[in-house]
């Protein structure tokens, strides 16, 4: 396989004026910096401004903390709300999984990172059921049992241990493939912008618990998957990628159910990819994906 051109990711939001991305364009050309994909958005309705864009590593003078360092003068003479990150494609970004009974989500993420579509450093597996943990031990991934009991204080030391264990591996993304429990608000918070979940229904229609069985009670024709960032209020969280798969009356709900996990996989793996990118930009509840 061939290794990707290493590349510096600038990611940026504002609000919006004139010069902007002359600012941004002339900066990088005083250090003879190459950019090769650069996408612009501005929001009518906020008046935001959003840019990303990136640019050859070999073509600049330093390396990434430097470029940080001298962006961060530009950042500043754009307004002290300006949001920005700078990222090396080089670094190979940390990823840490939490599941629970069903596998589906879990076997497609562990097939693309064996087969190098998905390019990441797998830290581990954490599961509220044993069942996951021979399929991920035998992609080589270290996998964690967390019995979640159902009275409150258990499960509350529970979500303590779970926290232990992702944060001792800093992860760049905290991926909830099907896991079956609401994070307490005091780690939505420690994880904001970082934990992504897949719910199995085309939000905002049929949050929580069941979608497909409430999907099959309204008789719709198309069912979906949702790929958020996860916040305290329940799965309404910034979006970042949707699709649907077409039904008709016909479907059962265990059809719907088998339908579902395809479109669950493939749009998980969408996000999730836009997310180690850097192709994301949050503004309130809103995502801005180049």
Known sequence: MTTPERRFVISLGCPDRTGIVARIAS??????GWIVEAGYHTDPDTGWFFTRQ????DSLPFEVDELRTRFASVARELGDRTEWRVRDTG???????????????LHDLLGRVASGELDVDLRAV?????????????????FHHVPFPKDPAGKAEAFGRVRELVDQHDPNVVVLARFMQVLPPELCEAWAGRALNIHHSFLPSFAGARPYHQAYERGVKLIGATCHYVTAELDAG????QDVI?????????????????IEKLVLARGLRSHLEDRVLVHGKRTVVF
């Open 54 to 57: 990136e640019v050859r590593a």
């Open 246 to 262: 077409r039904i008709d009356h016909a479907d059962t709900v265990p059809d719907m159910v088998r339908k579902g996990r395809d």
């Open 91 to 105: 670094e190979r970004r940390r990823v840490v999984v939490l599941v629970s009974r069903e596998g589906h989500c």
């Open 238 to 241: 910034p979006i970042v990628e």
């Open 27 to 32: 900066f990088i050309a005083e250090w003879g």
């Open 126 to 142: 954490i599961g509220n059921h044993p069942n996951l943990g021979p399929i991920t031990e035998a992609h080589g991934v270290p």
